[in-house]
T-cell receptor
Framework: EAGVTQFPSHSVIEKGQTVTLRCDPISGHDNLYWYRRVMGKEIKFLLHFVKESKQDESGMPNNRFLAERTGGTYSTLKVQPAELEDSGVYFC??????????????FGAGTRLSVL | SQQGEEDPQALSIQEGENATMNCSYKTSINNLQWYRQNSGRGLVHLILIRSNEREKHSGRLRVTLDTSKKSSSLLITASRAADTASYFCATDAGYSTLTFGKGTMLLVSP
């Protein structure tokens, strides 16, 4: 069974450009999460989908970030326009179940975003 | 300090030795989890311990949880070079999101 996959693995863009990150969760997982690790800091939660609905987006830094999960399958995270401080590694994770604290989250390898 | 803060920040040991990493947190939790990240790879789930558990084992891993001190420890016994990685603790306060610390970088030399 395939794990959580993320694309691209690395993206280098200039300040002001737009970047879209994609995450394919494990098949059948209702919960999908986005996290981010900025250099030297801890991994921080961005948002949580349950199927296609945003359950919690309290970690989204600002309105330059837009996450979608069409049809409750894969998810995209768009940054528009990108700023220097957006550089970091963006992780996606998924877990089973419909809602609530369910325990194990399975992570993808991450997308390393470099904004120049 | 941050929720789920690990110490030490870096640990260097020889193969065969035991490695102990600690994690402290600030708020009440539903469970605490440990993850490993090899360079350039994703986070791999190692072990989950619930708030009503005090100790848990999985292979060469032993995790303890002291909710009165809001702390946890991860012990890796008989370490191997392949254990070289960053280790993170993550707390789940019951809202389904994880709060991570900055991690401990473990280097196991042959």
């Amino acid at each position: 069974e395939a794990g959580v996959t993320q694309f691209p693995s690395h993206s280098v863009i200039e300040k002001g450009q737009t970047v879209t990150l994609r995450c394919d969760p494990i098949s059948g997982h209702d919960n999908l999460y986005w996290y981010r690790r900025v250099m030297g800091k801890e991994i921080k939660f961005l948002l949580h989908f349950v199927k296609e609905s945003k359950q919690d987006e309290s970690g989204m830094p600002n309105n330059r970030f837009l996450a979608e999960r069409t049809g409750g399958t894969y998810s995209t995270l768009k940054v528009q326009p990108a700023e220097l401080e957006d550089s970091g590694v963006y992780f996606c994770a998924s877990s089973q179940g419909a809602s609530g604290s369910l325990g194990i989250q399975y992570f993808g390898a991450g997308t390393r975003l470099s904004v120049l | 300090s941050q929720q789920g803060e690990e110490d030490p920040q870096a640990l260097s040991i020889q193969e065969g030795e035991n490695a102990t990493m600690n994690c402290s947190y600030k708020t009440s939790i539903n469970n605490l989890q440990w993850y490993r990240q090899n360079s350039g790879r994703g986070l791999v789930h190692l072990i989950l311990i619930r708030s009503n558990e005090r100790e848990k084992h999985s292979g060469r891993l032993r995790v303890t949880l002291d909710t009165s001190k809001k702390s946890s420890s991860l012990l890796i016994t008989a370490s191997r070079a392949a254990d070289t990685a960053s280790y993170f603790c993550a707390t789940d306060a019951g809202y389904s999101t994880l709060t991570f610390g900055k991690g401990t970088m473990l280097l196991v030399s042959p």
